[in-house]
């Protein structure tokens, strides 16, 4: 048994509380990773891990275990690389998460870039506007748009994303320009909201610093930022949507900004981490990269 390999899996598995899942992020077998896990805790001669048909968790020798575990796996990162120089020297696997639209307008179309410095390197990107489990899905680092609630995570602020109000031409020739908060009453609203069945806000603005929102009719309703974009561009109405996500289809003319005096509050994104004492050198290099990225898109505050 490769030990430190039978850290990895058991890791890995704590974090996804999945063998299967846990298996396919590494590219394993399901019976090498639930074999090694094995030999582990008959090495330790202590149970790791609940195991039931339904679900699988750490017990509370697997619970400390598995905190030191990630941050020896994260001393070991930081060793192999402590003596490679040059850019090529870049290897492993990195798992990240961002916004859907992010993702296809902005990191992807530069990622060539980023890997013929290092042809080594294996990313990973999930490109949903939920917001995943940084620990329990396995993310090396996640790219997060809004406030932020997870304390057991590190926060590494990159600026704020300026919110404008946008139209298509095509609905401007349908219900004319909004000049005024009070033109709102007549004109429509792509309604965007997390979990489908919940409440729109309305149209957000700001008023001497204080966030406040108008309650507005549209016939449509979405819950991720491709078809929110999709959505305004098809003429459904008014849609508030940062600028590194638009300005592309505003310079092509599929878009216009309007009320530009009654701006959203803009939203802080961020770099989001787990909270161990040393990050692996390829996680570091990507997170300095997407930070230099988002320079062109973000407000420093």
């Known amino acids: 048994m490769n030990r430190l390999d039978a850290m990895q899996s058991f890791v890995r598995v704590a974090e996804l509380a999945s063998f299967t899942k846990a298996a396919d992020s590494l590219g394993l077998p399901k019976a090498s ?26 017990t509370q020798d697997g619970q400390v275990y598995y905190e030191r575990c990630k941050d020896l796996l994260a001393d070991m990162d930081e060793l192999e690389g402590l003596f490679q120089q040059g850019a090529s020297n870049l290897t492993g ?7 859907s639209n992010m993702a296809k307008m902005r990191v992807i179309p530069r990622l060539p870039e980023l890997l013929a410095q290092h042809p080594q390197l294996q990313v990973e990107i999930s490109s949903t506007d939920r917001r995943v489990d940084v620990i329990r899905e396995g993310f090396d680092c996640v790219v997060r748009v809004g406030k932020l609630s997870d304390s057991s995570l590190i926060a590494r602020p990159l600026g704020k994303l300026e919110l404008l109000n ?24 792509v309604h ?3 979990t489908l069945g919940s409440k729109s806000p309305g149209f957000e603005y700001t008023d001497q610093g204080d966030v406040k929102f108008i309650a507005m009719t549209g016939n ?8 929110y974009s999709a959505a305004c561009i098809a003429g459904f109405g008014i849609a508030q949507i940062p600028r590194i996500g638009v300005q592309d289809y505003l310079a092509q003319g599929k878009l216009v900004e309007v009320l530009k005096n009654y701006r959203a509050e803009s939203m802080p994104v961020s770099l989001i981490y787990p909270n161990r004492r040393n990050l692996s050198r390829r996680v570091q290099v990507f997170m300095d990269w997407i930070a230099t990225l988002m320079t062109d898109y973000v407000d420093i505050q």
């Open 166 to 189: 946008c139209v298509s031409p095509d609905y401007i020739a349908q219900f004319g320009t909004p000049q005024t908060l009070d033109d709102l009453a007549n004109h429509q609203l």
């Open 93 to 99: 696997r990195l798992r990240v998460d961002m916004p």
């Open 220 to 227: 449509i309703t979405v819950n991720n930022s491709d078809a």
């Open 192 to 194: 965007y909201v997390t």
């Open 33 to 58: 990773v639930s074999t090694s896990i094995q030999q582990l805790e008959s090495m330790l001669n202590t149970r790791l891990l609940h195991r039931t048909t339904r679900k699988v968790q750490l």
